[in-house]
């Protein structure tokens, strides 16, 4: 994201990718304009929220008129730089490795996974998906070489600190890391965590103890209004 998105709190910030997903797909039905609340609707996070975020970057919508879609894709676009390319590494091509090696994030025309590591003998020098898999010796240098800026951790929780702190070495500025083990990274660097055991399980708890709750979307929604 360039400058201007540090300055809009980081629950807006989040929420960029989800309303810029839903304006493309609107675009490409042709659809020109869009109310706070049709895109509340489609998005699940309410009207007010969609409201205060727009009027961070001076999007106002008019009453009774809604939002213009082209305006707000050119400045997402700009906002979430999507027409700058992210170069992505995979580390661990295990059986979720290997998942995101065949779905590569095709859909986004910014994010690419351009190699991928492991350690083991057997995958090293394989393409899946045309991604090249090396070996973990090249790992500092290939990813300095390539000016790869984000690493997605699939490897065992035990190996995911010391894989951090050699990537550190390199210019990596953020981690997506599917392990549960939790990283100690300095501050130029960014971790997301997503622990999919942990929402699975939390889905579940939340089915068992609140059945009776909204149960539409409620929980997504709170995350996404936090
Ligand atoms: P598989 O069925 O291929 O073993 P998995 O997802 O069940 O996959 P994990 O033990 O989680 O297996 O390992 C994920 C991947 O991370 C494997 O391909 C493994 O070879 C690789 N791996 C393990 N340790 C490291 C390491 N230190 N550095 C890089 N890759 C590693």
């Known amino acids: 994201m360039n400058e201007e998105t540090t300055k809009i709190p980081q629950a807006t910030a989040k929420r960029l990718p989800l ?8 675009h490409v039905s042709g659809k020109q304009r869009v109310s706070s609340a049709e895109l509340s609707e489609a998005v699940k996070v309410d009207s007010a929220t969609i409201r205060r975020d727009f009027s961070y970057f001076g999007a106002l919508g008019k009453k009774g008129y809604g ?12 906002t979430l730089d999507q027409d700058e390319l992210s170069k992505v590494a995979l580390i661990g091509v295990g059986n979720l490795g290997t998942a995101f090696l065949h779905y590569n994030f095709l859909k986004n025309n910014n994010t690419k996974i351009e190699m991928a590591f492991d350690v083991d003998k057997e ?3 394989k393409e899946i998906c045309g991604v090249r898999i090396y070996d973990m010796d090249e790992l500092e240098e290939k990813l300095e070489q390539e000016e790869i800026t984000v690493a997605i951790l699939t490897v065992p929780a035990s190996a995911a600190q010391t894989i951090t702190d050699r990537i550190k070495q390199a210019n990596v500025k953020g981690i997506l890391n ?30 068992k103890n ?17």
């Not at 309303?19 to 609107?26: A, P, T, V």
């Not at 609140?210 to 209004?225: A, G, I, V």
């Open 67 to 78: 939002y213009n879609v082209n305006y707000l894709l050119t400045f997402f676009r700009k």
């Open 178 to 207: 599917f392990t549960p083990a939790r990283l100690n990274v300095p501050s130029s660097i960014r971790v997301h965590h997503i622990d999919l055991a942990v929402e699975l399980q939390s889905l579940i708890y939340f089915l």
């Open 123 to 125: 995958k090293i020098g």
């Open 19 to 26: 309303y810029y997903r839903f304006l493309k797909n609107l």
């Open 210 to 226: 609140y059945p009776n709750e909204d149960t539409e979307n409620s929980q997504d929604k709170k995350n996404l209004n936090g």
